[in-house]
């Protein structure tokens, strides 16, 4: 997957490394507890920042849970000065993506740092050192750690909270990144739509015209079923996306993981297979908005051992008003026929019978012109920009 | 006011061990049949735990000529190499053996660790000795004796070798000193990079071959011959406990500096020499070595069979590239509960724990004989499977695919296998932290740290119940019958958990990291 074709611009001048910060990779559980715990005190007291659960974040750093480590090679590092931890990144080198993409693209990313170019810097010279030592040419980032988890760094929309498994950063990170000779890779962006709002006449039109002449049946998923339709929807979704730019198939046991964690927070109701001839041909998955949630925990689901955070985000789970739509895939050989707009639509009118009030839709490819046309066809505004960097090695 | 005797009053891992049935060491062997079986407590078991790696300690040739030896001088010498203990013997073995491994001198030694603590002797306070952190405990003492400045590198970590070359005077005089076979993990050193560092650092190069001799090589020389660089080789050392058949050590390099030690060593002239006896069989043995390389051979084949035997199975002999087999168990308790039922299967191995292997890598060690039987090493094999599966080490399938060996045969300069990614990450000290706490932590930190301890165990244990899945429940479901499938051995895990807790929070861990067989 080729890169757009003018080569980034080296920096011109960088900010200097601070001689009393250091920098450390991440070897024992209490330093991983501190990698964990530092953007609680970089983001107190903005008010669109999530907390994440310290538990889900431990477990996704752990190589034992979290199967991305069953083939990808992660370094975390910390910044510290004196003894405040300052700043944190991880290196990340997938061997799927070099193998797939046949380039020498390394990733960084977990990327938090206080306001100072300097120790930016200092990051991630660690990470493109570490990187570099590996063989690789190019860093790509913020990926969390890929693009089948959450990536990009905001750039634009910092007014209102990050939807669910969606990046969210401090107005300033872009310039930081900058100073230190990143440059952009591509933009995703995020678009809203409210459930209320009317789709236009035209579109409808067009779909139910389509769902009659192809056949087309849309059905939620049946939950009972969960290994055979997870199974449906992986075939769907691999094949979907192969062409896509920085995509890298899950392996069966990611896919299972993800499913897994889904199973816990999706409507059924929600999430759409369509088929024809009943062979399943597309689907869409939407999620109630758990950040919505998981914020209300506050990042515990205990307070001095008492289960208050997970009473908060029980209750504030059954107040959940947003949704975010987070895939939408159609196989090869059955695009461009309106199934998209079908789905879309169908979406709508559920989220608006089960008296959502609206959501997101996210990411898509800045360039992938059909999709994005398709959204604000819908009435979708865009909402967010997301930014993937790169820097040369 | 302290006594020099309380520590040993104070020490508990003996008694728990004894009074666990869990102690592994000091097995008193009654009879030995043709050394690949012996006989401890009435009971017959087979010898994969000994360095005899030719067989040649059953001989029929070299205890025949350790009999004449003594018939013909008498039990011992009764006194050091220097006044009146060198007979004929010891001048015509040091002879023989310079010319075996193409060096100018040789000197023998009484036993293998006083050789290494010969070394002493020529290192002088300005010089500056590189040693690989798992080095043999007796180059430590060796090292440890002499007045010279010591800088470890880590386990063949050319890098950091070469970062402490640098690091040093120039003008120092320097000497590099490895292991050429490590004795417990059974890997080989880097001796062509060690050999190019020391040109360019301008250091010289010592091998002991304690594991290697008569193992390694074309001709059985040992590491140098099998990388070829036994010129670049500047001493060898070798004993004769292990593919010799006896008792002691030899050192062969350049005279001058054999010559040296000689007559300033004082583990040679302090001490008795080697009885005639032991000089016999040693002479008669290297005989043997010269002339029946197909020893080595089927020695070299039982190791590729043993290797890939237990690999097949799911078991992890790591960076082993030798007769040295080491089976990866992990936990320390398990370890010594292995080698409990292979003990009572039949089968005579060593379990290795911390500090001689990295804490939860402990390992049940096995070597091998030229002189073991197919049959004999089929039985160890399927012993190690039905123990394996017991206890939980291996799957009880077989997986599909496994990496095989690559053994250290004669001009194949292998070094190491691909070591499970357990195993390298453990070498790593990645593994090092486990997140538990012991008493002594526990009892330094604050009341405030200990409660924040506690919140984050109950945070955990919220997390995972929230996380509860159907399928998860349905296993809690059956835990009970599992529990009850389990219960034969349900003292054996109990008595894992309770020692972990002994041991954890028990002293005795702090040994010296190269107390090695």
Same mark, same amino acid.
């Given at each position: 997957?080729?890169?757009?074709?003018?080569?980034?611009?080296?920096?011109?001048?960088?900010?200097?490394?601070?001689?009393?910060?250091?920098?450390?990779?991440?070897?024992?559980?209490?330093?991983?507890?501190?990698?964990?715990?530092?953007?609680?005190?970089?983001?107190?007291?903005?008010?669109?920042?999530?907390?994440?659960?310290?538990?889900?974040?431990?477990?996704?750093?752990?190589?034992?849970?979290?199967?991305?480590?069953?083939?990808?090679?992660?370094?975390?590092?910390?910044?510290?000065?004196?003894?405040?931890?300052?700043?944190?990144?991880?290196?990340?080198?997938?061997?799927?993506?070099?193998?797939?993409?046949?380039?020498?693209?390394?990733?960084?990313?977990?990327?938090?740092?206080?306001?100072?170019?300097?120790?930016?810097?200092?990051?991630?010279?660690?990470?493109?050192?570490?990187?570099?030592?590996?063989?690789?040419?190019?860093?790509?980032?913020?990926?969390?750690?890929?693009?089948?988890?959450?990536?990009?760094?905001?750039?634009?929309?910092?007014?209102?909270?990050?939807?669910?498994?969606?990046?969210?950063?401090?107005?300033?990170?872009?310039?930081?990144?900058?100073?230190?000779?990143?440059?952009?890779?591509?933009?995703?962006?995020?678009?809203?739509?409210?459930?209320?709002?009317?789709?236009?006449?035209?579109?409808?039109?067009?779909?139910?015209?389509?769902?009659?002449?192809?056949?087309?049946?849309?059905?939620?998923?049946?939950?009972?079923?969960?290994?055979?339709?997870?199974?449906?929807?992986?075939?769907?979704?691999?094949?979907?996306?192969?062409?896509?730019?920085?995509?890298?198939?899950?392996?069966?046991?990611?896919?299972?993981?993800?499913?897994?964690?889904?199973?816990?927070?999706?409507?059924?109701?929600?999430?759409?297979?369509?088929?024809?001839?009943?062979?399943?041909?597309?689907?869409?998955?939407?999620?109630?908005?758990?950040?919505?949630?998981?914020?209300?925990?506050?990042?515990?689901?205990?307070?001095?051992?008492?289960?208050?955070?997970?009473?908060?985000?029980?209750?504030?789970?059954?107040?959940?008003?947003?949704?975010?739509?987070?895939?939408?895939?159609?196989?090869?050989?059955?695009?461009?026929?309106?199934?998209?707009?079908?789905?879309?639509?169908?979406?709508?009118?559920?989220?608006?019978?089960?008296?959502?009030?609206?959501?997101?839709?996210?990411?898509?490819?800045?360039?992938?012109?059909?999709?994005?046309?398709?959204?604000?066809?819908?009435?979708?505004?865009?909402?967010?920009?997301?930014?993937?960097?790169?820097?040369?090695? | 006011?302290?006594?020099?005797?309380?520590?040993?009053?104070?020490?508990?891992?003996?008694?728990?061990?004894?009074?666990?049935?869990?102690?592994?060491?000091?097995?008193?062997?009654?009879?030995?049949?043709?050394?690949?079986?012996?006989?401890?407590?009435?009971?017959?078991?087979?010898?994969?735990?000994?360095?005899?790696?030719?067989?040649?300690?059953?001989?029929?040739?070299?205890?025949?000529?350790?009999?004449?030896?003594?018939?013909?001088?008498?039990?011992?010498?009764?006194?050091?190499?220097?006044?009146?203990?060198?007979?004929?013997?010891?001048?015509?073995?040091?002879?023989?053996?310079?010319?075996?491994?193409?060096?100018?001198?040789?000197?023998?030694?009484?036993?293998?660790?006083?050789?290494?603590?010969?070394?002493?002797?020529?290192?002088?306070?300005?010089?500056?000795?590189?040693?690989?952190?798992?080095?043999?405990?007796?180059?430590?003492?060796?090292?440890?004796?002499?007045?010279?400045?010591?800088?470890?590198?880590?386990?063949?970590?050319?890098?950091?070798?070469?970062?402490?070359?640098?690091?040093?005077?120039?003008?120092?005089?320097?000497?590099?000193?490895?292991?050429?076979?490590?004795?417990?993990?059974?890997?080989?050193?880097?001796?062509?990079?060690?050999?190019?560092?020391?040109?360019?650092?301008?250091?010289?190069?010592?091998?002991?071959?304690?594991?290697?001799?008569?193992?390694?090589?074309?001709?059985?020389?040992?590491?140098?011959?099998?990388?070829?660089?036994?010129?670049?080789? /500047?001493? #060898?050392?070798? !004993? @004769?406990?292990?593919?010799?058949?006896? %008792? *002691?050590?030899?050192?062969?390099?350049?005279?001058? =500096?054999?010559?040296?030690?000689?007559?300033?060593?004082?583990?040679?002239?302090?001490?008795?020499?080697?009885?005639?006896?032991?000089?016999?069989?040693?002479?008669?043995?290297?005989?043997?070595?010269?002339?029946?390389?197909?020893?080595?051979?089927?020695?070299?084949?039982?190791?590729?069979?043993?290797?890939?035997?237990?690999?097949?199975?799911?078991?992890?002999?790591?960076?082993?590239?030798?007769?040295?087999?080491?089976?990866?168990?992990?936990?320390?308790?398990?370890?010594?509960?292995?080698?409990?039922?292979?003990?009572?299967?039949?089968?005579?191995?060593?379990?290795?724990?911390?500090?001689?292997?990295?804490?939860?890598?402990?390992?049940?060690?096995?070597?091998?004989?030229?002189?073991?039987?197919?049959?004999?090493? /089929?039985? #160890?094999?399927? !012993? @190690?499977?039905?123990?394996?599966?017991? %206890? *939980?080490?291996?799957?009880?399938?077989?997986?599909? =695919?496994?990496?095989?060996?690559?053994?250290?045969?004669?001009?194949?300069?292998?070094?190491?296998?691909?070591?499970?990614?357990?195993?390298?990450?453990?070498?790593?000290?990645?593994?090092?932290?486990?997140?538990?706490?012991?008493?002594?932590?526990?009892?330094?930190?604050?009341?405030?740290?200990?409660?924040?301890?506690?919140?984050?165990?109950?945070?955990?244990?919220?997390?995972?119940?929230?996380?509860?899945?159907?399928?998860?429940?349905?296993?809690?479901?059956?835990?009970?019958?599992?529990?009850?499938?389990?219960?034969?051995?349900?003292?054996?895990?109990?008595?894992?958990?309770?020692?972990?807790?002994?041991?954890?929070?028990?002293?005795?861990?702090?040994?010296?990291?190269?107390?090695?067989?």
């Amino acid at each position: 997957m080729a890169l757009p074709a003018e080569p980034p611009t080296p920096p011109t001048s960088s900010p200097p490394l601070p001689s009393d910060v250091q920098v450390t990779p991440v070897r024992d559980a209490a330093a991983k507890m501190t990698f964990i715990r530092f953007p609680a005190s970089l983001y107190a007291g903005d008010p669109n920042w999530v907390p994440p659960l310290e538990m889900e974040r431990k477990d996704f750093l752990d190589p034992k849970k979290n199967p991305f480590f069953d083939y990808a090679e992660v370094e975390l590092f910390l910044a510290r000065r004196g003894r405040d931890v300052v700043g944190r990144i991880a290196a990340i080198r997938n061997p799927r993506h070099l193998e797939i993409h046949g380039t020498k693209e390394g990733f960084f990313g977990l990327f938090e740092c206080v306001n100072d170019a300097g120790i930016a810097r200092a990051l991630l010279e660690t990470a493109g050192t570490w990187l570099k030592s590996r063989g690789m040419d190019t860093m790509l980032g913020p990926a969390n750690f890929s693009s089948n988890q959450d990536w990009g760094l905001l750039v634009d929309g910092f007014d209102t909270p990050p939807a669910i498994m969606m990046p969210y950063n401090p107005t300033y990170y872009p310039a930081l990144l900058e100073a230190c000779g990143l440059s952009k890779a591509k933009d995703l962006f995020a678009f809203e739509l409210s459930a209320s709002a009317q789709p236009p006449e035209k579109v409808v039109r067009i779909a139910e015209k389509m769902r009659q002449r192809e056949g087309v049946t849309v059905r939620a998923v049946n939950l009972k079923d969960f290994p055979a339709e997870v199974e449906r929807i992986r075939s769907i979704y691999n094949s979907a996306w192969e062409k896509n730019w920085g995509f890298v198939p899950f392996t069966d046991k990611e896919f299972d993981h993800l499913a897994k964690d889904m199973k816990t927070i999706v409507r059924p109701e929600l999430v759409l297979i369509a088929e024809v001839k009943g062979e399943a041909v597309a689907f869409s998955m939407t999620l109630p908005d758990g950040n919505q949630a998981i914020k209300a925990a506050n990042g515990r689901l205990t307070t001095f051992g008492l289960p208050i955070g997970l009473a908060k985000l029980v209750l504030a789970s059954r107040r959940i008003n947003r949704l975010r739509l987070i895939t939408l895939g159609i196989k090869e050989g059955y695009r461009r026929r309106g199934l998209d707009a079908i789905l879309y639509l169908d979406t709508l009118r559920t989220a608006h019978r089960l008296g959502y009030a609206g959501g997101e839709i996210s990411w898509t490819l800045e360039d992938n012109h059909l999709v994005n046309r398709a959204i604000e066809s819908m009435g979708g505004q865009r909402s967010k920009v997301y930014r993937v960097y790169q820097r040369p090695l | 006011m302290s006594d020099v005797f309380d520590k040993c009053s104070n020490w508990k891992d003996y008694r728990i061990a004894k009074a666990t049935g869990l102690y592994p060491y000091f097995r008193v062997i009654e009879a030995s049949h043709g050394a690949t079986e012996v006989e401890i407590e009435g009971k017959r078991v087979i010898m994969v735990g000994s360095n005899n790696y030719l067989g040649l300690s059953a001989d029929p040739r070299v205890k025949e000529a350790a009999i004449k030896a003594t018939e013909k001088f008498g039990t011992t010498c009764s006194g050091s190499r220097l006044l009146n203990g060198t007979l004929s013997l010891h001048e015509e073995l040091e002879a023989k053996l310079a010319k075996f491994l193409n060096r100018e001198a040789a000197l023998v030694i009484s036993t293998g660790f006083q050789t290494n603590l010969a070394l002493a002797s020529i290192l002088g306070r300005h010089d500056i000795v590189f040693s690989d952190r798992q080095n043999h405990a007796s180059l430590v003492d060796g090292i440890r004796l002499s007045f010279s400045t010591e800088r470890k590198f880590r386990h063949n970590d050319m890098d950091h070798l070469e970062q402490l070359l640098a690091q040093a005077k120039p003008e120092a005089g320097k000497i590099i000193i490895t292991d050429g076979v490590f004795s417990m993990e059974g890997d080989v050193c880097n001796l062509p990079r060690i050999v190019e560092l020391a040109k360019q650092y301008n250091a010289r190069v010592m091998t002991d071959d304690a594991h290697a001799m008569g193992v390694l090589g074309e001709k059985g020389r040992g590491t140098s011959e099998y990388f070829g660089l036994e010129k670049e080789t /500047d001493l #060898v050392m070798g !004993t @004769f406990s292990k593919s010799f058949a006896s %008792l *002691g050590g030899v050192l062969a390099g350049p005279f001058d =500096v054999i010559n040296y030690m000689r007559h300033n060593s004082r583990s040679v002239i302090f001490s008795a020499s080697m009885t005639p006896g032991s000089i016999a069989a040693a002479l008669k043995s290297l005989e043997i070595i010269e002339a029946e390389p197909q020893r080595r051979a089927r020695l070299l084949d039982i190791a590729e069979k043993m290797h890939n035997g237990f690999r097949a199975m799911g078991f992890d002999t790591g960076v082993s590239v030798t007769p040295v087999v080491p089976v990866h168990i992990g936990d320390q308790v398990k370890c010594f509960r292995f080698w409990r039922a292979l003990h009572e299967a039949g089968v005579f191995a060593n379990p290795v724990i911390p500090p001689a292997v990295e804490a939860g890598h402990a390992l049940i060690r096995t070597s091998y004989m030229a002189t073991h039987t197919d049959a004999q090493l /089929d039985r #160890v094999l399927d !012993t @190690f499977e039905t123990i394996g599966r017991k %206890l *939980g080490v291996i799957p009880g399938t077989r997986p599909t =695919v496994y990496e095989p060996v690559q053994i250290a045969r004669p001009a194949s300069a292998v070094r190491s296998n691909k070591a499970s990614e357990k195993w390298a990450a453990g070498s790593a000290g990645l593994l090092a932290d486990k997140g538990g706490i012991t008493f002594e932590q526990l009892s330094k930190m604050s009341s405030r740290e200990v409660a924040g301890k506690i919140f984050d165990a109950v945070e955990q244990l919220t997390w995972r119940a929230a996380n509860l899945q159907p399928e998860d429940l349905r296993q809690l479901k059956a835990a009970p019958m599992k529990l009850w499938e389990k219960r034969g051995e349900l003292p054996g895990l109990l008595l894992e958990k309770g020692a972990h807790f002994f041991l954890r929070n028990g002293t005795g861990t702090d040994g010296n990291p190269a107390d090695r067989i």
